[in-house]
């Protein structure tokens, strides 16, 4: 417990009751989790196994797991149940499945199967219709809005387009005994909601919950909470309303006002000393978020010095902010003599990012872009998936039909057509159709044969994937549907061996899995939907420029931070302009600010292309709420005159160092 501040000590130690811990950016909240994880477990008694720790990604339940690892013996860590949401939301529905009319091995299907479903329940192939329609059903399902009620709710066409659709999307998941991510919260709400007994028993079962990120849960996830913490209430919930940033997916900032009403006996205590920043970038931060309403009132702090000031430059165009943040970037690292890791490139939207890869480029600096094309997106990693779907669960027709087309074996679409015909009219899937006698009548032999060939194929797999280990199915599985194969006859020999070496590359990841864990093919399957492949990529630390969006930002930090495009219609977004959404778009500002440990620097254009044209821009609001104080305007209009002694004076700083690097 050495080096904790009362604050933290106090967030630690607290057990009569429920607790919110309100963690101002920077202040140390993921060390009061674990720590306070290791204080119940070894001062107050609790078990391991009677605890979890409840987050929103992957990433961060995994480095709370290192952390905590540090602290307690492997075997007391390995026994905590740390996990995010979605993954707590599986295991309960796994032992659970019965009770709700699911079988233990349904599928959970990904954004792309469901948008599948979406369109022909909805008949559009429309892909921004499918887009916001999939977005309306996710916030209806997590504002725990059934289909029934949507009809009542729907207002503008897209709405009413949705309602129409949300029934039907709900009863074809069922049929192909699937879940979406939102059920993955929403279900066990229902469970949990229908049968006080189960609820009981998850209740004495994780007799103590941590949650992390608490301002971004949703109605569903608050609901869970509720649910699973039960009289007792036994929680610490961490949170910061001031870096609540997800409203657009459902985040409801009210979960955080609701607590001291739900609860009177909640205890509430800020921790308001920053580890991260300097003093100016502390206090341009708290000038920011004081424009909004509070809930609950703190202010950042820091005892690490009060740091260069602030960087705000006008440029020209986008082409000029691209330019000259890059300049600033290599000067900076070379006068600091700093890693390319240390410095980020902050913006609102990914499109941003385009023309500071482009300059990035040309100057040969390393650079990574955050929020990329996941793993699990390639084409060629999906149509490995659906066979191990389909090993999983035959009832998942989505799978089935991607995995008897690819590579293809004699099974056409006219084939498929009637299968589904059949299988709909008998009220079942189409791998349990292709062996009836019934379909087997309305094809030829010639299209009967390959469809049964390929189901008795799966049925062989399906007995080995539920028994062997991975690390000897996956490769049979590869070898006999020929797939390496089947890409070099598809594609260019290049894009064959890379898109090949993506299979290899997610087949040695099943094996290792595997063999680490002591998991069959199928185990892993069930679990592979949860598990991002990118937090696996990303463990070897490069040297290179972060890229990222501010919302993909949030929980990092940078000793160099550039915030660029803060211009109206940016950050704050044209599209929010109402009050709710300009206070979210100055939660994000601040965000971005509090990111930097020692320098900032904010740039926006005076104008800027679209199209053929220039249109001009305005500077951000929050530029100016930022104070003027510690802060140094350059470019443009506003900019102070140009300091030719400090110029001269950094010139021959520069040259002295080069003079020096060449001795």
Same mark, same amino acid.
């Given at each position: 417990?050495?080096?904790?501040?009362?604050?933290?000590?106090?967030?630690?130690?607290?057990?009569?009751?429920?607790?919110?811990?309100?963690?101002?950016?920077?202040?140390?909240?993921?060390?009061?989790?674990?720590?306070?994880?290791?204080?119940?477990?070894?001062?107050?008694?609790?078990?391991?196994?009677?605890?979890?720790?409840?987050?929103?990604?992957?990433?961060?339940?995994?480095?709370?797991?290192?952390?905590?690892?540090?602290?307690?013996?492997?075997?007391?860590?390995?026994?905590l149940q740390i996990s995010t949401f979605h993954?707590?939301?599986?295991?309960?529905?796994?032992?659970?499945?019965?009770?709700?009319?699911?079988?233990?091995?349904?599928?959970?299907?990904?954004?792309?199967?469901?948008?599948?479903?979406?369109?022909?329940?909805?008949?559009?192939?429309?892909?921004?219709?499918?887009?916001?329609?999939?977005?309306?059903?996710?916030?209806?399902?997590?504002?725990?809005?059934?289909?029934?009620?949507?009809?009542?709710?729907?207002?503008?066409?897209?709405?009413?387009?949705?309602?129409?659709?949300?029934?039907?999307?709900?009863?074809?998941?069922?049929?192909?005994?699937?879940?979406?991510?939102?059920?993955?919260?929403?279900?066990?709400?229902?469970?949990?909601?229908?049968?006080?007994?189960?609820?009981?028993?998850?209740?004495?079962?994780?007799?103590?919950?941590?949650?992390?990120?608490?301002?971004?849960?949703?109605?569903?996830?608050?609901?869970?909470?509720?649910?699973?913490?039960?009289?007792?209430?036994?929680?610490?919930?961490?949170?910061?309303?001031?870096?609540?940033?997800?409203?657009?997916?459902?985040?409801?900032?009210?979960?955080?006002?609701?607590?001291?009403?739900?609860?009177?006996?909640?205890?509430?205590?800020?921790?308001?000393?920053?580890?991260?920043?300097?003093?100016?970038?502390?206090?341009?931060?708290?000038?920011?978020?004081?424009?909004?309403?509070?809930?609950?009132?703190?202010?950042?702090?820091?005892?690490?010095?009060?740091?260069?000031?602030?960087?705000?430059?006008?440029?020209?165009?986008?082409?000029?902010?691209?330019?000259?943040?890059?300049?600033?970037?290599?000067?900076?690292?070379?006068?600091?003599?700093?890693?390319?890791?240390?410095?980020?490139?902050?913006?609102?939207?990914?499109?941003?990012?385009?023309?500071?890869?482009?300059?990035?480029?040309?100057?040969?600096?390393?650079?990574?872009?955050?929020?990329?094309?996941?793993?699990?997106?390639?084409?060629?990693?999906?149509?490995?998936?659906?066979?191990?779907?389909?090993?999983?669960?035959?009832?998942?027709?989505?799978?089935?039909?991607?995995?008897?087309?690819?590579?293809?074996?004699?099974?056409?679409?006219?084939? /498929?057509?009637? @299968?589904?015909?059949?299988? *709909?009219?008998?009220?079942?899937?189409? !791998?349990?159709?292709?062996? $009836? #006698? &019934?379909?087997?009548?309305?094809?030829?032999?010639?299209?009967?044969?390959?469809?049964?060939?390929?189901?008795?194929?799966?049925?062989?797999?399906?007995?080995?994937?539920?028994?062997?280990?991975?690390?000897?199915?996956?490769?049979?599985?590869?070898?006999?549907?020929?797939?390496?194969?089947?890409?070099?006859?598809?594609?260019?020999?290049?894009?064959?061996?890379?898109?090949?070496?993506?299979?290899?590359?997610?087949?040695?990841?099943?094996?290792?899995?595997?063999?680490?864990?002591?998991?069959?093919?199928?185990?892993?399957?069930?679990?592979?939907?949860?598990?991002?492949?990118?937090?696996?990529?990303?463990?070897?630390?490069?040297?290179?420029?972060? /890229?990222?969006? @501010?919302?993909?930002?949030? *929980?990092?930090?940078?000793?160099?931070? !550039?915030?660029?495009?803060? $211009? #109206? &219609?940016?950050?704050?977004?044209?599209?929010?302009?109402?009050?709710?959404?300009?206070?979210?778009?100055?939660?994000?500002?601040?965000?971005?600010?509090?990111?930097?440990?020692?320098?900032?620097?904010?740039?926006?254009?005076?104008?800027?292309?679209?199209?053929?044209?220039?249109?001009?821009?305005?500077?951000?609001?929050?530029?100016?709420?930022?104070g003027r104080d510690d802060i140094r305007f350059?470019?443009?209009?506003?900019?102070?005159?140009?300091?030719?002694?400090?110029?001269?004076?950094?010139?021959?700083?520069?040259?002295?160092?080069?003079s020096g690097k060449k001795g």
């Open positions: 417990m050495a080096g904790l501040n009362p604050q933290q000590r106090e967030a630690i130690y607290y057990l009569d009751g429920p607790l919110l811990v309100l963690a101002g950016a920077g202040s140390g909240k993921t060390r009061v989790i674990t720590q306070k994880i290791a204080y119940l477990v070894e001062e107050c008694g609790f078990q391991p196994r009677n605890i979890a720790a409840i987050t929103f990604t992957n990433k961060a339940a995994k480095e709370m797991q290192e952390r905590i690892g540090k602290i307690l013996t492997p075997g007391l860590a390995g026994e993954s707590l939301g599986v295991r309960i529905l796994r032992e659970e499945a019965k009770a709700l009319g699911y079988k233990p091995r349904f599928s959970i299907f990904d954004s792309a199967d469901c948008a599948g479903i979406i369109s022909e329940v909805a008949n559009t192939v429309d892909k921004a219709t499918l887009r916001i329609l999939q977005s309306i059903i996710s916030n209806w399902k997590n504002a725990l809005v059934t289909p029934e009620a949507a009809l009542k709710l729907a207002r503008d066409e897209h709405e009413k387009l949705a309602a129409h659709a949300f029934l039907s999307y709900e009863a074809t998941l069922k049929a192909y005994q699937a879940v979406d991510f939102d059920d993955l919260i929403g279900l066990p709400v229902k469970l949990f909601s229908e049968h006080p007994e189960i609820a009981d028993k998850w209740q004495n079962r994780l007799r103590y919950l941590l949650v992390d990120e608490y301002q971004d849960t949703n109605a569903c996830q608050y609901q869970l909470l509720k649910l699973l913490t039960g009289v007792r209430a036994q929680f610490t919930a961490v949170g910061d309303d001031d870096q609540a940033i997800y409203g657009w997916r459902g985040a409801d900032i009210d979960n955080l006002r609701k607590l001291p009403a739900e609860f009177p006996a909640l205890k509430v205590i800020k921790l308001e000393q920053n580890y991260r920043s300097t003093v100016r970038i502390l206090k341009a931060a708290n000038n920011v978020i004081a424009n909004n309403e509070k809930l609950f009132d703190k202010r950042l702090w820091s005892d690490l010095g009060h740091g260069e000031q602030i960087t705000v430059t006008a440029c020209r165009d986008q082409d000029a902010e691209a330019e000259g943040v890059v300049m600033k970037l290599q000067a900076h690292r070379f006068e600091q003599r700093t890693q390319f890791r240390d410095y980020a490139i902050l913006y609102r939207s990914n499109h941003q990012a385009r023309i500071f890869e482009e300059y990035l480029r040309d100057h040969r600096i390393p650079y990574v872009l955050s929020g990329g094309k996941s793993f699990f997106d390639k084409a060629e990693i999906k149509d490995i998936i659906a066979y191990l779907r389909l090993l999983t669960n035959e009832d998942d027709d989505p799978a089935f039909i991607r995995a008897a087309t690819t590579p293809k074996r004699g099974i056409g679409p006219t084939t /498929l057509q009637v @299968l589904g015909t059949y299988a *709909g009219e008998r009220h079942i899937s189409l !791998f349990e159709a292709a062996f $009836e #006698e &019934g379909f087997a009548q309305r094809v030829q032999e010639r299209q009967l044969g390959p469809v049964l060939e390929f189901c008795n194929f799966i049925n062989r797999m399906q007995g080995r994937a539920g028994n062997e280990p991975a690390h000897e199915v996956l490769p049979d599985l590869l070898k006999a549907i020929d797939y390496e194969t089947y890409l070099y006859d598809h594609e260019e020999e290049r894009t064959a061996q890379t898109r090949w070496a993506n299979v290899c590359e997610f087949a040695n990841w099943i094996n290792r899995k595997g063999e680490q864990d002591g998991r069959t093919l199928i185990e892993l399957t069930q679990s592979i939907a949860l598990i991002n492949m990118l937090d696996k990529q990303n463990e070897e630390e490069v040297d290179a420029v972060q /890229l990222s969006t @501010l919302h993909a930002s949030k *929980g990092l930090e940078y000793p160099h931070v !550039f915030l660029v495009g803060v $211009e #109206e &219609g940016i950050l704050p977004h044209r599209e929010s302009q109402e009050p709710a959404k300009v206070e979210e778009e100055r939660r994000l500002m601040y965000v971005g600010i509090t990111r930097a440990q020692r320098t900032l620097f904010i740039s926006w254009c005076e104008r800027r292309k679209q199209a053929r044209e220039f249109v001009p821009c305005e500077p951000s609001r929050f530029i100016e709420e930022m350059t470019g443009g209009k506003q900019a102070a005159p140009a300091d030719k002694a400090t110029g001269s004076a950094r010139l021959d700083a520069m040259k002295a160092m080069l």
